[in-house]
Every structure is written in structure tokens, then in C-alpha cells.
């Protein structure tokens, strides 16, 4: 049993370790697009597991809960599982197009499958330090990725993104120390019961807050984002749609979990700043974005918006509420990744991510202005693509309650969402390209353009399908939110038989 | 660094950190020692190497390259780990086969896979921390 849970975690491990002893050979980068299909597997096994039996757990080195580290996986935990193996083995396939020899041979497969292994590890964790641990091993491997290839750029990007992201840690670990302080725990299950009896609820309060601000950081939320689009844009493609993809989720997922499961004595106040957090997040960073006219720094933007709707989901603290927030973020995943996907792609094409310098994609690459549309107007909220589905969820979710404001910002940004997906619409597809030419990928042979393809249609079919089947998705991320809001099930299955 | 008296006195330091590492990672577990402290000793012993004889002589003697150390390392650290599968434990679990006894007090010693964790342990630091020196020396 408790394999199933350990796998998702231990593929990429293994795969990283034989990936980097075979850097310097092709067999490396198959090595790791044959782990990153292995870790798809272990996680649709894993998947099964919890569709069939619920919750499952268990005890890492046969130490028990509350005192050793516990791996476990409900049904948000499964879906982030799942997802990132999705997008993981998706990016293994485009970076067999984008990733040049030399960079290889820095041990980049090796870095990617150690980040894949620390954000599966993140999702599965039930532990609190487990989970810093988890963070610190996706920051030393986003790090390096975000550098590896040199340049002036890239390392001025990394050292913003590496110092702000280190104090989001530093942050995070004082409050670890201080619940555990408090309660003599970390078992996240044994802390939300150990966390309610305490006397001290103002300090349980501030030790939020703490929490809050040191995941708000990862996930790119008002105010503590700007360490995102400084640093977002510099990479290689494959990489920056890993990290637009998964990154600041884990952020979004650690938020819902601690304040789901165990930071719920005070909803009043701290939700209350989240629901205001989550809708200027919305409101900055779409405005953001309609400033830019680069590819990717309007789509690192807009990252932060979408944002804003999640922690929204969770901020609202209502059954539909939290369904939308789980919705949104499986649908972001794959959208957002996609479209840097896309990005990549045009910029192989036309040359540049300058909307200023490209154009005439949508004369010259049909196929590719198709495959750009799906992802664009599913981030817009277009029915029936997966956004609209999403965005419909929360908005309802706040006229239900009667937040008419929010409900408003909500709608508004989606409305500005689109302004700026046509904006790159207009700039990089329909108007001409300004040097008179037709953009032709004649920088790369077509095996490199058909590697980058694939994993964007994909993709987008993945988007078309839950756009127009969402029956089945929504009413798995129904019951995810009932685990969430009620997860007795969570706390009885960690803890086994004990009290 | 041109020093007869440091060159010559590395030569009986290193061996001598080198052996006192490798006792350090096999005390481990049942005493304060093991696999992460014993590999910062190691890697103390090769420092010194390249202080005293360069960077360039200094991975010659290590043969492998620090980095390709440190990834063996995480490999027989997960072994070590994933070998408790066969046993039908969770992942990590310790497995122990006494030899002349059945426990720490009565057994003349004990083959288990903490020992192989320790070993991986020890690599990974040994690997990663020599990758970093040996990095700053060539810069400058």
C-alpha cells in the first residue's frame, strides 16, 4: 500500500541519478523522457488508489504518525500528483526539441526530474518540516535551472528569484519553529486537533499570518510577486513553463492545505485578508500584463492574476467555493504551461518574444495560431473551454454569499484577460512581421518543431476535453473540497487507530 | 600556496582525515557520528590536498568528478531506501541482520541497509561540497 504513495516521489529520483550519469549521451535525454512516462504511471496507480479507497497514508520507515514523516494523498493531493506528472512528461517531450547539447551535458534532465520529485513530493507530504524540506529541494533545482546556460540575464533573474525566495522559507521555517513551539508537532493531521485546543489563539493568529505571507511569496500573491515577472522570462522554455505551471501552485496548494486543515479557528480574519490578497492579486496582475508586450512577461503576469482566482476559491471558504479553487488550478496547470509552450514555439518561428519584432504567425504556422487560440481564450474564461468552467464556478461562488464586489473584480479581470490574450493575438499572429518576411522555423530541423508540438497539442486537447466533458472533473473536485472543509477522514487516516 | 612545510604536512594530514572520516561514517547510528559529518571530514581531507597541491592535482586524485560522486551517492542512497520494498516495509525502513546475536548489545556486528544510506549520505556531501570548493579555487 504504501508504495503506491512513495513511487510518484521515487521514479524521478531514480530516473535523475541514471539521467546524469548518462548526460553526455543521447540515452540521457531518453533516460529521462522514458522516467518522466514511468512517473505518469506510478501517479495514475496512485490515482486509482484514492479514487477507489479515499484517503490513503502512510508511514515512511515504518515510524508512526504523529512522529515520523507521513506521506498522504486525498483527492486534491492525487490531482496535483497527477498533473504534475502531465506536465512533467509534457515538458520531458518539448525539451527534446528546445534543449541544446551543451546544456544536457550541465545535468539539465537531471535538474528537471529532481524538481518534478520535489513538487510530487510537496502535493504528498503530510508533514510540515517534510514540506519545507520538499521546497528547499525545488528551490536549489529551479535554481539552478533558471541559470543553467549562462548569460548576464538569466543570472540577474536568478538571483532576484533565489533572495526573495529564500526569505519566504526563512519565513516559513520561524513559523514551523513556532507552532512547533507550541503544540510539539508537525504532523499536519495531529496539528489541526493539538492547534484548536490551545488557549493561545491570538499567537496561533500571527503564526498564520507567518505561514501566509511565507507561502503568499511562493505563490506570487499581492503584494509578493515581484520576484515573478523579474525572473520568469529569462529561461529556456521548457523550463519557464515548468516553473509557470507548478511553481507557485505549490504555493497555492500549501495555502489551501495549512489553511483548510489546521489555521481554521479564525476565519474571520484571516480568510477576510486573503478574499482582499486574492483580489488585487487578480487586479495588478492582469494590469500588469496589458503594460507589457513581451510573450512571455504578459503571460508571467497574467500567471499572477489566475492567482488571484485560486487563493479567491480558498479565501471564500465555501463548499463551491473550494471546488472552484481545485477546478482552477488543474485547468491552470495545463493552460498556463501550454501557452509558454506556444511562446517557445512562436519565437522559433519569428525570431524574437518581442510582440514589437514578430508577426505574419498566423499566415505562415495556422496550425500553431489554432493551438495558441485553445490555451488563450480558455485563460480568458471562453465557453466552453476549461476556464470558463472555472471562472463560472468562483464567480458563483461569490454571488452566492453575496460578495457582488468580488464577483465584479472576478469578471472584470476576465475581461481584461482577453484584451491581452488579443493583444498577442494581434501582434505576434495577425499583423505582418516587421521585417517583411514569413516567419519559418529555419533556425531548427522539423524533428525540433514536431517535438515542440506535440506536447502543445496535447495539451490543448486536454483543455478542449475538460471544457466540454466537465461533468466528471467537477464532481471530482466536489469531493475534494468536501475532504478539505471536513477531513476527518485526512485526520483519522494519518493517525491511524490512535485518539 | 608555495609552503614546503604545508606541502609536506598535507601529505600526512590528508591521509590522516581521510581514515578518521571513515571512521566517523562506520560509528555512526549507534553513536554520534555517520554518513553527513563523516563526509564533511572527507571532503576537509581533499581540501587540504588542493591547498596544498592545486585544484587540477586535487581531482586527479579523486578520479571521478565531485559531481558524478554526489548523484552515486543519491543513487545508493536510494537503494538503500528502496531495498526495504523487497522486505514488505515502508520506504526507508531499517533492515538488519544480526551476526552472532540478535541485538545492538549482543551481536558482534550487523550488516544493514542504514549502513548503505550512511554510505550515500557520505558520498552526496563529500561530492556536492568538493563540487563547490573546487569551483571557487579554479575561479580565481
Known amino acids: 500500500?504504501?508504495?503506491?504513495?512513495?513511487?510518484?516521489?521515487?521514479?524521478?529520483?531514480?530516473?535523475?541519478?541514471?539521467?546524469?550519469?548518462?548526460?553526455?549521451?543521447?540515452?540521457?535525454?531518453?533516460?529521462?523522457?522514458?522516467?518522466?512516462?514511468?512517473?505518469?504511471?506510478?501517479?495514475?496507480?496512485?490515482?486509482?488508489?484514492?479514487?477507489?479507497?479515499?484517503?490513503?497514508?502512510?508511514?515512511?520507515?515504518?515510524w508512526d504518525a504523529p512522529f515520523g514523516i507521513t506521506l498522504v494523498a486525498d483527492y486534491l493531493g492525487a490531482v496535483m500528483v497527477v498533473i504534475t506528472a502531465i506536465t512533467g512528461l509534457a515538458t520531458a517531450i518539448y525539451a527534446l526539441g528546445e534543449i541544446p547539447e551543451h546544456v544536457e551535458g550541465l545535468g539539465f534532465h537531471a535538474l528537471f526530474q529532481i524538481l518534478i520529485a520535489g513538487v510530487t513530493g510537496a502535493f504528498l507530504t503530510g508533514d510540515l518540516f517534510n514540506l519545507y524540506v520538499w521546497f528547499e529541494?525545488?528551490?536549489?533545482?529551479?535554481?539552478?535551472?533558471?541559470?543553467?546556460?549562462?548569460?548576464?540575464?538569466?543570472?540577474?533573474?536568478?538571483?532576484?528569484?533565489?533572495?526573495?525566495?529564500?526569505?519566504?522559507?526563512?519565513?516559513?521555517?520561524?513559523?514551523?519553529?513556532?507552532?512547533?513551539?507550541?503544540?510539539?508537532?508537525?504532523?499536519?493531521?495531529?496539528?489541526?486537533g493539538s492547534v484548536a485546543e490551545l488557549e493561545n489563539q491570538g499567537l496561533v493568529t500571527v503564526i498564520a499570518m507567518m505561514f501566509m505571507v511565507g507561502f503568499g511569496v511562493k505563490a506570487a500573491v499581492f503584494p509578493l510577486f515581484f520576484w515573478l515577472p523579474a525572473s520568469y522570462h529569462t529561461p529556456y522554455f521548457a523550463i519557464s513553463a515548468v516553473f509557470a505551471g507548478l511553481l507557485t501552485k505549490v504555493g497555492v496548494y500549501a495555502l489551501m492545505r495549512m489553511f483548510t486543515l489546521v489555521f481554521v479557528g479564525d476565519v474571520g480574519f484571516t480568510h477576510e485578508i486573503l478574499i482582499?490578497?486574492?483580489?488585487?492579486?487578480?487586479?495588478?496582475g492582469v494590469v500588469g500584463a496589458a503594460a507589457q508586450t513581451d510573450f512571455r512577461k504578459i503571460l508571467s503576469f497574467h500567471i499572477i492574476s489566475q492567482i488571484g482566482y485560486m487563493t479567491l476559491?480558498?479565501?471564500?471558504?465555501?463548499p463551491l467555493a473550494l471546488m472552484g479553487g481545485v477546478f482552477y488550478l488543474v485547468h491552470h496547470i495545463i493552460?498556463?504551461?501550454?501557452?509558454?509552450?506556444?511562446?517557445?514555439?512562436?519565437?522559433?518561428?519569428?525570431?524574437?518574444?518581442?510582440?514589437?519584432?514578430?508577426?505574419?504567425?498566423?499566415?505562415?504556422?495556422?496550425?500553431?495560431?489554432?493551438?495558441?487560440?485553445?490555451?488563450?481564450?480558455?485563460?480568458?474564461?471562453?465557453?466552453?473551454?476549461?476556464?470558463f468552467w472555472a471562472k463560472y464556478l468562483i464567480v458563483k461562488a461569490a454571488i452566492e454569499i453575496d460578495a457582488w464586489f468580488i464577483a465584479f473584480v472576478a469578471l472584470l479581470v476576465g475581461l481584461l484577460t482577453i484584451f491581452s490574450m488579443t493583444k498577442i493575438w494581434g501582434m505576434a499572429f495577425w499583423k505582418p512581421h516587421p521585417d517583411g518576411i514569413d516567419?519559418?522555423?529555419?533556425?531548427?530541423?522539423?524533428?525540433?518543431?514536431?517535438?515542440?508540438?506535440?506536447?502543445i497539442a496535447g495539451l490543448a486537447t486536454m483543455t478542449i476535453v475538460i471544457g466540454f466533458f466537465p461533468e466528471p472533473f467537477v464532481q471530482f473536485a466536489r469531493t475534494a473540497a468536501e475532504q478539505l472543509l471536513d477531513p476527518s477522514d485526512y485526520v483519522t487516516t494519518v493517525l491511524g487507530g490512535q485518539p | 600556496m608555495n609552503s614546503v612545510i604545508f606541502t609536506a604536512a598535507a601529505r600526512l594530514l590528508v591521509a590522516l582525515l581521510f581514515v578518521f572520516s571513515l571512521f566517523m561514517l562506520l560509528r555512526g547510528h549507534?553513536?554520534?557520528?555517520?554518513?553527513?559529518?563523516?563526509?564533511?571530514?572527507?571532503?576537509?581531507?581533499?581540501?587540504v590536498y588542493s591547498l596544498a597541491c592545486g585544484p587540477a592535482e586535487a581531482r586527479k586524485a579523486l578520479r571521478i568528478t565531485p559531481e558524478v560522486i554526489a548523484m552515486l551517492g543519491l543513487g545508493i542512497a536510494l537503494l538503500a531506501g528502496l531495498f526495504a520494498f523487497f522486505m514488505g516495509d515502508p520506504l526507508f525502513t531499517g533492515q538488519w541482520y544480526w551476526v552472532g546475536g540478535d541485538s545492538y548489545e549482543t551481536a558482534a556486528f550487523s550488516l544493514n541497509s542504514v549502513l548503505v544510506f550512511d554510505i550515500g549520505v557520505y558520498l552526496v556531501v563529500l561530492g556536492g561540497i568538493l563540487s563547490l570548493t573546487y569551483a571557487f579555487e579554479e575561479e580565481t
Open chain 2, 30 to 47: 549507534h553513536l554520534p557520528g555517520g554518513g553527513f559529518i563523516g563526509g564533511l571530514i572527507g571532503a576537509v581531507a581533499f581540501i
Open chain 1, 1 to 62: 500500500m504504501s508504495w503506491v504513495l512513495v513511487m510518484p516521489i521515487a521514479v524521478p529520483f531514480v530516473t535523475a541519478v541514471v539521467a546524469y550519469l548518462a548526460r553526455y549521451y543521447p540515452a540521457g535525454r531518453w533516460i529521462s523522457l522514458g522516467g518522466s512516462a514511468l512517473t505518469l504511471v506510478a501517479s495514475a496507480v496512485l490515482m486509482a488508489a484514492v479514487l477507489d479507497q479515499g484517503v490513503i497514508a502512510a508511514q515512511m520507515s515504518n
Open chain 1, 335 to 387: 493552460v498556463k504551461a501550454n501557452l509558454f509552450f506556444v511562446a517557445g514555439l512562436a519565437k522559433q518561428y519569428a525570431g524574437s518574444t518581442d510582440l514589437n519584432r514578430i508577426g505574419g504567425l498566423y499566415k505562415s504556422a495556422p496550425l500553431l495560431a489554432a493551438l495558441f487560440i485553445i490555451p488563450a481564450f480558455s485563460l480568458a474564461g471562453f465557453p466552453p473551454l476549461s476556464g
Open chain 1, 137 to 192: 529541494v525545488m528551490l536549489i533545482a529551479s535554481f539552478s535551472l533558471l541559470v543553467i546556460g549562462g548569460g548576464k540575464e538569466r543570472l540577474d533573474a536568478g538571483i532576484k528569484y533565489v533572495a526573495l525566495n529564500l526569505v519566504s522559507t526563512l519565513i516559513f521555517l520561524s513559523g514551523i519553529g513556532l507552532l512547533y513551539g507550541l503544540t510539539g508537532t508537525l504532523n499536519m493531521a495531529d496539528l489541526r
Open chain 1, 313 to 318: 476559491g480558498l479565501a471564500l471558504f465555501t
Open chain 1, 439 to 455: 516567419p519559418t522555423p529555419d533556425r531548427a530541423p522539423p524533428v525540433v518543431t514536431r517535438a515542440m508540438i506535440v506536447p
Open chain 1, 276 to 284: 482582499w490578497v486574492s483580489a488585487l492579486t487578480m487586479f495588478v
